[in-house]
C-alpha cells in the first residue's frame, strides 16, 4: 500500500533553517508528482511547493527563494529546505502525491498543485517558528 512517512520540521526562531524529509513507499515514485502542503490553525490546507515527473518545480509566491523543493529517485525521498523562516510558516507540514492507476501524464507533470487532487497524505510535521 502507498505509504509517505516525513520526518524532520520542528521549532526554530525566525530566521533559521528546517529541512522535511517524506519517504515514499507502494507506487513507482519516480514517475508522479509530489508535493508538500500546510496547514495553519483555521486556515485551509495549502500547496507550498511541488515537483513534477519531469523535475519542474512550484512554489507559493510566499515562499519563492525560501524554500527549495527537492527529491532522491533512488531514495524515493522528497525533501523541503525551508530558510529563512518566518512566524507565518508555522503549521503542520504534509507529503503527498496524486497517485491512481491508470497512469495519466497530465497528471504526474501538472498536478499536486491543490489539495483537492490529492490521493495519498502523510501524517504531517509540525513546523514551529517563534519570533
Known amino acids: 500500500q502507498v505509504q509517505l512517512v516525513e520526518s524532520g520540521g520542528g521549532s526554530v526562531q525566525a530566521g533559521g533553517s528546517l529541512r522535511l524529509s517524506c519517504v515514499a513507499s507502494?507506487?513507482?515514485?519516480?514517475?508522479?508528482?509530489m508535493g508538500w502542503f500546510r496547514q495553519a490553525p483555521g486556515k485551509e490546507r495549502e500547496g507550498v511547493a511541488r515537483?513534477?515527473?519531469?523535475?519542474?518545480?512550484t512554489y507559493l509566491d510566499s515562499v519563492k527563494g525560501r524554500f527549495t523543493i527537492s527529491q532522491d529517485n533512488a531514495k524515493n525521498t522528497l525533501y523541503l529546505q525551508m530558510n529563512d523562516l518566518k512566524p507565518e510558516d508555522t503549521a503542520m507540514y504534509y507529503c503527498?502525491?496524486?497517485?491512481?492507476?491508470?497512469?495519466?501524464?497530465?497528471?504526474?507533470?501538472?498536478?499536486?498543485?491543490?489539495?483537492?487532487?490529492?490521493?495519498?497524505w502523510g501524517k504531517g510535521r509540525l513546523v514551529t517558528i517563534s519570533s
Open positions: 503527498a502525491t496524486e497517485y491512481k492507476p491508470p497512469y495519466s501524464e497530465t497528471r504526474a507533470t501538472m498536478g499536486c498543485r491543490v489539495a483537492s487532487g490529492i490521493d495519498y
Open positions: 507502494g507506487f513507482p515514485y519516480s514517475r508522479y508528482c
Open positions: 515537483i513534477d515527473a519531469d523535475g519542474s518545480t
